[in-house]
C-alpha cells in the first residue's frame, strides 16, 4: 500500500510541476514574435527535460549532500506558494495554454515589437527550468528514498510529460482546478516531509550538520 500511494505521490507531483514548468516556459515565450514563440518552446522544454536527466544521474549523489533536501524543500514551499496564488487568482493555466498554443499560429497573439529577445527569454526559462527539474527530481528522489525503480519511473514520467504532454496537462488543470488543489496538497506534504527531514536526519540533515541537535534516521523503514 505504502508503494502504491509513493507512486500515486510521484505521478502527482509529476503532474502538477510539469505543468508549472509548461506554464512558465509559455508565458516567458508570449512576449517573443510570432516566428520565435514556438522555438522558445521547443528550447524550454529541451532544457527541461536535460536538466531532468542531468540531475537524476547525480540525484542518488544529490540526495547525500548535507543541507539539499532543506534547500529543496524551500524551493518546493516557494513553488506551493507560486502554485496557490496562481489558482486563487485563477486564469494563469488559460494563459499558458493560450501562449503555447499561439506558437503554432503566427496570425495570433501579440504580434508587434518583440517584448524581448530570444536570447533573453531563453534565460528567463533556464533560471526557471533549473529551479523547477532540481525540485522535480530531489520530490521524486526522496519519495522513492533509494528504490531505483520508483525514482527512473518518476523522472522517466516527467520528462515525458514536458516533452508530449505539456499543453494537455494545462488543458486539464484549466478545465479542473480540483486537480491543481488536490496537487498542492501533495506537494505541501512532500516539501513538508522534504523540510523535516532535512532538518532533523542525522547524516544529511541541517540541525546535526550544524550542531543544533544529535538527530536521527528518517528513511523508510525509521
Known amino acids: ?55 537524476a544521474i547525480v540525484a542518488t549523489s544529490l540526495l547525500g549532500i548535507k543541507g539539499i533536501l532543506f534547500v ?3 524551493l518546493l514551499f516557494w513553488v506551493c506558494w507560486r502554485l496557490f496564488v496562481e489558482i486563487r487568482e485563477g486564469g494563469a493555466h488559460d494563459d499558458a495554454e493560450e501562449a503555447m498554443e499561439m506558437a503554432d499560429d503566427p496570425e495570433q497573439g501579440y504580434t508587434g515589437p518583440p517584448r524581448k529577445t530570444m536570447m533573453s527569454a531563453l534565460i528567463s526559462i533556464t533560471i526557471a527550468d533549473v529551479s523547477m527539474s532540481l525540485d522535480n527530481v530531489l520530490a521524486v528522489a526522496a ?58 536526519d542525522v547524516n544529511i540533515g541541517v540541525g546535526p550538520w550544524l550542531g543544533l541537535m544529535e538527530g536521527w534516521p528518517t528513511g523508510k523503514g525509521h
Open 72 to 74: 529543496g524543500s524551500i
Open 1 to 55: 500500500m505504502d508503494t502504491i500511494l509513493d507512486f500515486g505521490k510521484i505521478i502527482i507531483a509529476d503532474l502538477i510541476l510539469s505543468g508549472d514548468n509548461a506554464l512558465i516556459i509559455g508565458m516567458a515565450a508570449a512576449g517573443l514574435a510570432p516566428e520565435l514563440r514556438k522555438k522558445a518552446i521547443l528550447y524550454g522544454m529541451i532544457i527541461a527535460a536535460v536538466l531532468r536527466i542531468l540531475f
Open 143 to 200: 519519495i522513492a528514498d533509494g528504490d531505483t525503480t520508483m525514482l527512473v519511473f518518476g523522472l522517466g514520467l516527467a520528462i515525458v510529460l514536458m516533452a508530449f504532454a505539456a499543453t494537455l496537462i494545462m488543458k486539464l488543470l484549466t478545465k479542473y482546478p480540483w486537480i491543481s488543489w488536490v496537487g498542492l496538497i501533495v506537494l505541501v506534504y512532500v516539501a513538508g516531509e522534504m523540510f523535516y527531514r532535512g532538518v532533523v
